[in-house]
C-alpha cells in the first residue's frame, strides 16, 4: 500500500491527513499547494481531508526564491 | 496607529550628526566640462534620447531613441547592450578607456501606479568576469534620469581626477565638476551631496536629488558595487540599493567618477505619460489590493523583505553554511527573519521607488558601528536582504549584529555583499584545511566564524592594503584559485571544486546539490552565477515538476528569458511571484503565475500603447538574451567550457560532506545509478564519491546539451546566425561573427554534445547539425 507524493513512491498511512503528510514528509513551508488526483485541496481542509491508498499527491511549494 | 508606533513625523533616527565645511567643500569644485540640453517630454514610457559622455575627450551628446531600436532592444538592459556594441571592442577589458559604465530605464521604470517599477539596469565589461555584466539596482536614479531627459547614460572614458556628474533635470544642464574634498564612502558622501545639490534646504528638494556612489572598497577590489540613493523624507536619510554584481562599482572608480548625481524637476504618476492611464492605475490597484492583503500569510515581504528567505533554505538544506559545505546548520535560528525583524525600523514605508506596495527595502537605523573607521557612529543600515544574511550563514556568522556590520560597511565602501561574502566563506575553509594560514593571509586568522577578521579584510581592502593575500583576496575566487595552485600550496582539485565562482564571478547564496535544474541555472547564464536568471530548486528537487532534462531545458529557457524581461522594463521582479493571487492554485501553471503575467501584458500595452501578447513578452526577452550570449561569443567567451561550475555545486566534494547525507547520497546512487544497496555497502567512500562526482558531472553536460538544444545554439553554446535572424536581429557583423566563430569550433570538433549517452538514451536531436535548418 502506497502513495505517489511528488514523484516519489511513499508509504501510505490509514487514516493520515494532510497535515500529517506534510509533517512526515518534512514539508515546513507554510505556502503550498496540495493537489489529490489533480484535485485541489484547500488549505482550510487540511487538517481532515484524508489521503486515499494509492494517491498521486502533489505538494507544490509556491516559492519563488531570490 | 499600532502598537508601540509613533506619528512619522516625530520619528529620530537617532544617527551620529556630521558637520561638514559645505562652503570650503563646493568652492574646491572646478567645472572641467559642461553640456547643455533642451528639456523633453517622456512619451509613453520613453525619453527618445540617451546621453554620453566621453571622460577621456571631454564630450557630451545625445543619440537618438529611434523606433527601430525600441522594437529590437526594448530598453533597459536592451538599450545597454546595444550602446555596449556600438562602443567598446571584443578586447576591452574592464580598465580599457574605452570601456562604459551604462546606467539604464525601461519605458515601465517610474511608474508609480504599479508596484516595483522603479528599477535601473546597469552594465559593463566586469573585471570579475572579462564580459559584460548586468545588474539591477532600485532607488530614484533611474526614474530621475529619464524625467530629466534621458532613457540611458553612457559614460566612457576616465577622468584625470576624482569628478561628480551632475545631470541637472531641473535647469537642463550637464556639469562635469571635480570633487576633491568630497567623502568616498557612500553613506556620507550621499548625505553630503544630496544637501548641496539639492536647489532648496528642504527634505522636499533633497528628495529630488539622487546620487550614484560607491566607495574605498571598490577602488581596491573587483567586486565594487554601486550604490543608488533614495532620498527617505521620513528618516531624512539619503538610503541606498545596490546593483551588485560585476564590479560595477569598480569600472565606476577606475574612471575616477566619485558620484553621479541626478536631479529631478518634479515627479507625477503621469511623468511617464501611458498611453491609456486607466487601465494602467486599473491593473496597479489590483495588485496594491493584493499585496495589502495577502503578502501577511505569503512571503511577510512587508515585514521582514527578502530575509523571510532564511528559515526557508535552513529548513530545506539549501542555507550555505561553511562555504556551501552543507545546506543547514543547528545555530541558524539565531539569524532568522524574527532576529532581524526585532532590529528593523518598524513605523516607516520601506519603498525604494514611490508607489511600490510590497516596500522590502528593511531598514535599521541608529545601528551603532562596532569595528573600523566609523567605530561609535550611528547609522542608517540598509537591509540586510536574504543574500547578505546568507553570507553571514556561509561565514559560519551567526550574530545578527555582526552580520549587520559586514553589511554596512559592504555598502559604505561600495562592495557588493555576495560577492565578498562569498568569496571569503572560500578562503575560510581554504584556511581550515592549512592551504592558507595566518601567515599566508597578512595576519588575518581566516578561520570560519571570526566576524573580526572578516570586518579587519574588509578595512584593510578599504585602506588600499599592500599586502599579497589582500590584494589578490580582493579580485575574488578566481585569481585566489590561480595564485594557490601557482603557489602549490594545495591540491588543484580541491581548490578548484571548492571554490564557488563560474565565469569568474562568485555564487549568490543557494545550495544547489541536488537541484541540477538550479545548477544550470547558475552555470548556463550570461553573466555567471546570480539567481536573477533562474530560479527552479523548490520546483526542481522539492515539488519534482521538472524531472527528464527536455523539461529542465524547457524551464531554463521560459523562465530566464521571462525574467531578463523585467530587465528590459526597468521593474522588479519580486511584485511577480513573492505575492500569489488567493486564487493561483487554482490555474494550469501556478509557478508562472498566469494572473500577474497578464498583469504585465496589459501594462506594457498601457505604457506603450502597441498591441502586444504574451508571447511578445518572450521574444523581447528573447532577442536581447541572444544578443548578449552573442556578445559573449564576440569577446571570447559563451561556449560550453565557459558555462563550467565548480563540484562544490553539484555534490560533496569532501568525505565529510559525503558523510553529513550519507543516507541521501546511498540511496541517490541506488536510485539514479542503479547500483543495488547490497553493493553499495561492499564500497568504500572514495568510490561512492568518484560514483557520484563522474555520474553528476555527465548529469550536467546531458542538461548543457539539452538547455543549448532548446536555445536554438550549437552543441558549443553558440547562437546561431539562423537563430538571431529569426528573432529578427540582423545586425550583418554579428551575423558574420557567429558563422565564424561556428565555423572554428566545428573545425576543433566541438559541435559535439557533452553528455556520455548510452545506448537507448535519448539525445537532444539525432541530426548533430541541427542548428544548420534553424
Keep these: ?66 | 496607529m499600532g502598537k508601540g508606533q509613533i506619528p512619522t513625523e516625530e520619528y529620530e533616527t537617532r544617527n551620529t550628526k556630521h558637520k561638514w565645511d559645505y562652503k570650503k567643500i563646493k568652492q574646491a569644485h572646478r567645472i572641467v566640462f559642461k553640456y547643455s540640453f533642451k528639456k523633453g517630454k517622456v512619451e509613453r514610457g520613453y525619453a527618445n534620447r540617451t546621453l554620453y559622455i566621453n571622460l577621456s575627450s571631454k564630450e557630451i551628446k545625445e543619440k537618438k531613441v529611434t523606433e527601430e531600436m525600441k522594437d529590437k532592444f526594448t530598453g533597459g538592459r536592451g538599450f545597454g547592450l546595444k550602446l555596449l556594441w556600438d562602443s567598446i571592442k571584443p578586447t576591452t577589458r574592464w580598465n580599457s578607456d574605452e570601456n562604459e559604465l551604462i546606467i539604464t530605464t525601461g519605458p515601465l521604470c517610474g511608474t508609480t501606479q504599479y508596484p516595483g517599477s522603479g528599477k535601473s539596469l546597469c552594465l559593463t565589461v566586469s573585471p570579475s568576469t572579462d564580459i559584460i555584466c548586468d545588474s539591477n539596482v532600485g532607488g530614484f536614479v533611474g526614474p530621475y534620469l529619464k524625467f530629466a531627459g534621458f532613457d540611458a547614460i553612457e559614460i566612457q572614458g576616465k577622468a584625470k581626477h576624482d569628478v561628480v556628474i551632475l545631470i541637472d533635470g531641473e535647469k537642463g544642464k550637464v556639469l562635469i565638476e571635480t570633487a576633491p574634498l568630497e567623502e568616498t564612502n557612500t553613506h556620507q558622501l550621499n548625505e553630503q551631496l544630496t544637501k548641496m545639490y539639492a536647489s532648496e534646504d528642504t527634505d522636499n528638494s533633497r528628495q529630488k536629488v539622487s546620487v550614484v556612489s560607491s566607495g574605498k572598497g571598490a577602488e581596491n577590489s573587483y567586486w565594487g558595487c554601486l550604490n543608488f540613493s533614495f532620498y527617505d523624507i521620513r528618516r531624512k536619510v539619503p538610503r541606498v540599493k545596490q546593483a551588485g554584481r560585476g564590479g560595477l562599482g569598480t569600472v565606476l572608480r577606475d574612471k575616477k567618477i566619485k558620484a553621479i548625481v541626478v536631479k529631478v524637476e518634479k515627479v507625477s504618476g503621469i511623468s511617464n505619460n501611458p498611453a491609456d492611464p486607466e487601465t494602467l492605475a486599473k491593473i496597479g490597484t489590483k495588485l496594491h489590493r493584493e499585496i495589502r492583503d495577502l503578502d501577511r500569510y505569503q512571503c511577510n515581504m512587508r515585514a521582514v523583505g527578502t530575509a523571510h528567505l532564511v528559515e526557508i533554505m535552513d529548513e530545506y538544506d539549501l542555507l550555505p553554511t561553511e562555504n556551501y559545505r552543507f545546506g543547514s546548520f543547528p545555530k541558524a535560528s539565531k539569524i532568522y527573519s524574527p532576529e532581524f525583524y526585532k532590529h528593523f525600523t518598524k513605523i516607516i514605508p520601506d519603498g525604494c521607488w514611490h508607489g511600490c506596495t510590497m516596500a522590502c527595502s528593511k531598514t535599521v537605523d541608529g545601528f551603532t558601528v562596532m569595528t573600523g573607521p566609523y567605530k561609535g557612529q550611528k547609522v542608517t543600515v540598509d537591509g540586510p536582504e536574504y543574500e547578505t544574511v546568507g553570507c553571514g550563514s556561509n561565514m559560519s556568522i551567526w550574530d545578527p549584529l555582526w552580520i549587520l556590520e559586514f553589511n554596512f560597511y559592504c555598502d559604505t565602501y561600495g562592495l557588493d555583499t555576495i560577492s565578498t561574502g562569498t568569496a571569503i566563506a572560500f578562503y575560510m575553509e581554504m584556511y581550515e584545511y592549512g592551504i592558507l594560514n595566518k601567515g599566508r593571509c597578512d595576519n588575518l586568522e581566516l578561520c570560519f566564524g571570526n566576524y573580526e577578521a572578516v570586518l579587519d579584510l574588509l578595512h584593510r581592502i578599504a585602506r588600499g592594503d599592500n599586502g599579497e593575500f589582500i590584494k589578490v583576496a580582493s579580485k575574488g575566487i578566481r585569481r585566489v584559485k590561480d595564485w594557490l595552485i601557482k603557489k602549490d600550496w594545495g591540491d588543484k582539485d580541491l581548490i578548484e571544486d571548492c571554490g564557488m565562482e563560474s565565469k569568474g564571478l562568485e555564487y549568490s547564496e543557494y545550495v544547489t546539490k541536488e537541484s541540477l535544474a538550479m545548477q544550470g541555472g547558475y552555470g548556463l547564464t550570461l553573466k555567471g552565477p546570480q539567481h536573477d536568471e533562474a530560479w527552479l530548486i523548490f520546483m526542481d528537487m522539492v515539488n519534482n515538476a521538472i524531472p527528464t532534462f527536455k523539461d529542465k531545458a524547457e524551464a531554463l529557457h521560459y523562465f530566464p528569458m521571462w525574467r531578463t524581461w523585467f530587465g528590459l522594463n526597468g521593474l522588479c521582479k519580486l511584485p511577480w511571484n513573492d505575492i500569489e493571487p488567493a486564487n493561483n492554485a487554482e490555474t494550469d501553471d501556478p509557478t508562472k503565475v498566469p494572473e500577474h503575467v497578464q498583469n504585465y501584458v496589459d501594462y506594457q500595452k498601457a505604457m506603450t500603447g502597441k498591441k502586444i501578447t504574451k508571447e511578445d513578452l518572450i521574444l523581447q526577452s528573447e532577442r536581447c538574451y541572444n544578443f548578449q550570449r552573442a556578445m559573449n561569443v564576440w569577446m571570447g567567451r559563451g561556449r560550453r567550457k565557459d558555462d563550467w561550475i565548480p563540484y562544490r555545486s553539484m555534490g560533496p566534494v569532501t568525505k565529510m560532506e559525503y558523510i553529513s547525507r550519507k543516507d541521501r547520497y546511498d540511496k541517490y546512487i541506488t536510485e539514479k545509478i542503479g547500483i543495488s544497496e547490497k553493493d553499495i555497502e561492499k564500497m568504500n567512500i572514495n568510490e561512492k564519491m568518484k560514483l557520484l562526482y563522474d555520474f553528476r558531472q555527465d548529469q550536467y553536460q546531458k542538461l548543457a546539451d539539452a538547455v543549448y538544444y532548446r536555445r536554438g545554439w550549437t552543441p558549443n553554446g553558440v547562437p546561431t546566425p539562423q537563430k538571431m535572424k529569426q528573432l529578427g536581429m540582423n545586425d550583418s557583423k554579428m551575423l558574420k561573427i557567429l558563422q565564424d566563430e561556428i565555423d572554428k569550433d566545428e573545425k576543433a570538433g566541438l559541435n559535439v554534445w557533452g553528455g556520455k549517452y548510452k545506448k537507448g538514451e535519448e539525445l537532444p536531436s539525432i541530426h548533430p547539425n541541427y542548428w544548420k535548418k534553424w
Excluded: C, Q
Design chain 1, 1 to 66: 500500500m502506497s502513495i505517489e507524493v511528488n514523484g516519489k513512491k511513499v508509504e501510505w498511512v490509514k487514516n493520515e491527513t494532510v497535515e500529517k503528510l506534510l509533517k512526515r514528509m518534512k514539508y515546513t513551508f507554510p505556502l503550498v499547494v496540495v493537489k489529490i488526483n489533480d484535485k485541489v485541496v484547500p488549505r482550510k481542509d487540511f487538517s481532515y481531508v484524508k489521503i486515499p491508498d494509492k494517491s498521486t499527491v502533489a505538494v507544490i511549494h509556491m516559492i519563488s526564491g531570490g
